[in-house]
């Protein structure tokens, strides 16, 4: 494998008070290209004292950030939007050598997190307060919308720069200060590199901080901080089961986009070729380390045969290899903990009487696609979400068994449907048990005024449009008594 040219050692420093500066603590970390491993960058690492500084200026910052004209707000987002596009090229850089991401997907990721920060420049213009009228005579009822304060902003791998702008962005346009601690193994495509289009855009210093830390050292202290009210956080249900358990201990408000088990349940009506195509893309991209990648194809057996075989047919054309070439659809997995966790699901799956028609090489951290048939639900594939590009093709003799073995999941992030009947395909999308479906396409979808967010074990919260502001904004009931009330003593 050759080596990717290495562009990032100047991502040495914590962001902090609008400052660039080293952290406190005694350990570093190495970046690492999960493409061939060579060493991207080192930083040493933020500890607890930095995590109370950040916390402490994005406090003070606020203050000031809340009272500024709305004008002011929408237009720093605006022009975040286009720094972002003017940084197109360095962006998509990162997110291939940090992340493992393809070109087209580093691309997808720059336009989805565009496309969030300017609908999120409407944001300020809806911190609206309200009158509501009183059953009490001659009272008036004033409803105002106001910043939380400060949030706490916990990302992901898989997809860093979207994930995190996507919660980052929101909450400043409401007027609050933010923290925001990206995963290590992403820290400049999931935080470093926005903290350079915000200072680009003039955002008052102090407002937006990021610490890179290591969890083993600083524990739980960036959740449970007593500045923060609102965490947000996307990614495994498991680590998000332990943040809103600390919320609910310090009674914070918690947004959380967790884990999914998402299914396409394919009909016998549908047109195999077009439901094929879209599950390629649904399951495989970026390696299937999304999210909302399709980890349960359900088909009906009317059509199952034909549908496994064009399905393969059309898995076998994608390009593995290396992300920076344009052409590569699959590239590297996050880490080689993540491969050996992929290779034991399908070894056990295998065991438990799945057939494997298609299987890819597994090298250091590559996983070409792999496609197993004759799954059953209780298979180690069907039960876990997999974070890989492993399909499980499930066969079903009806609708009503597709419906119900979607629902056998504790997770209910995205799905599909696929038909030949368009209304029919929404009455069996709404017996799904998940935050969002669609029919006729695949379950990667993400618009910025649409609601995004689980069901079940798969989160609480939405992000998008205006549920991002219900996510970042607190109300105050202010009555006003024109005329003096009588009381009975």
């Not at 406090?59 to 003017?86: C, F, G, L, T, Y």
């Not at 992901?156 to 609050?176: D, E």
């Not at 009674?251 to 070729?273: F, H, P, Q, Y």
């Not at 990648?293 to 076998?316: D, G, M, P, W």
Request: charged fraction near 20%; charge should be negative; proline fraction near 5%.
């Amino acid at each position: 494998m050759s080596t990717v040219t290495n562009t990032l050692n100047s991502w040495t420093k914590q962001y902090i008070g609008g400052e660039w500066q080293e952290g406190n603590s005694q350990n570093s970390y190495t970046n690492k290209n999960p493409f061939d491993q060579s060493s991207l960058v080192s930083i040493k690492l933020a500890s607890i004292k930095d995590i109370d500084a950040s916390y402490k200026e994005a406090q003070q910052a606020q203050i000031h950030w809340q009272q500024s004209n709305p004008s002011e707000r929408a237009d720093m987002m605006k022009k975040a939007a286009e720094v972002v596009e003017s940084m197109r090229e360095e962006i998509v850089s990162v997110l291939i050598s940090e992340t493992g991401s393809s070109v087209i997907k580093a691309n997808v990721e720059v336009d989805l997190a565009i496309a969030d920060i300017q609908e999120f420049a409407n944001i300020p213009f809806k911190m609206n307060s309200e009158i509501r009228s009183s059953v009490i005579p001659d009272k008036e009822n004033r409803v105002y919308r106001f910043p939380v304060g400060v949030v706490g902003v916990i990302s992901p791998f898989n997809f860093p720069f979207y994930l995190s702008m996507r919660a980052i962005a929101p909450a400043l346009a409401a007027g609050n200060g933010v923290v925001a601690k990206p995963d290590l193994q992403t820290y400049i495509s999931g935080g470093l590199i926005i903290a350079k289009v915000f200072e680009k855009v003039g955002l008052p210093k102090g407002l937006f901080n990021v610490v890179v830390v290591d969890i083993a050292e600083i524990g739980d202290t960036f959740v449970e901080h007593p500045i923060p009210q609102v965490i947000s956080f996307t990614g495994s249900t498991a680590v998000g089961r332990r943040i809103g358990g600390l919320c609910g201990k310090h009674l914070k408000r918690a947004a959380l986009e967790l884990g999914g088990n998402n299914v396409m349940i394919v009909l016998d009506d549908a047109d195999v070729n077009q439901a094929a195509s879209a599950a390629v893309f649904g399951k495989f991209l970026h390696q299937g380390q999304i999210c909302m990648s399709l980890n349960r194809i359900i088909v009906h057996r009317n059509i199952y045969n034909e549908f496994v075989q064009v399905f393969k047919e059309k898995t076998a054309m994608l390009k593995a290899g290396n992300p920076a070439n344009p052409e590569v659809f699959i590239g590297p997995l996050i880490n080689e903990g993540q491969v050996n966790k992929i290779k034991s699901l399908v070894d056990q799956s295998i065991e438990q009487g799945a057939n494997c028609i298609l299987k890819g090489k597994i090298e250091g951290t590559f996983v070409e696609p792999i496609i197993l048939t004759d799954v059953t639900n209780d298979m180690a594939v069907a039960k876990n979400e997999l974070f890989g590009p492993v399909a499980a093709i499930l066969p079903v003799d009806s609708e009503e068994e597709a419906i119900r073995i979607a629902n056998e999941s504790d997770c209910g992030l995205s799905g599909a449907v696929f038909t030949g009947d368009v209304e029919h395909g929404v009455n069996v999308a709404l017996q799904v048990h998940t935050g969002m479906i669609h029919v006729n396409d695949q379950s990667v979808n993400c618009e910025p005024n649409i609601p995004f967010g689980g069901e079940k074990s798969s989160g609480l919260g939405r992000y998008g449009g205006e549920w991002s502001l219900d996510e970042f904004t607190t109300t105050r009931w202010v009555s006003v008594q024109k005329v003096p009330r009588p009381f009975p003593f």
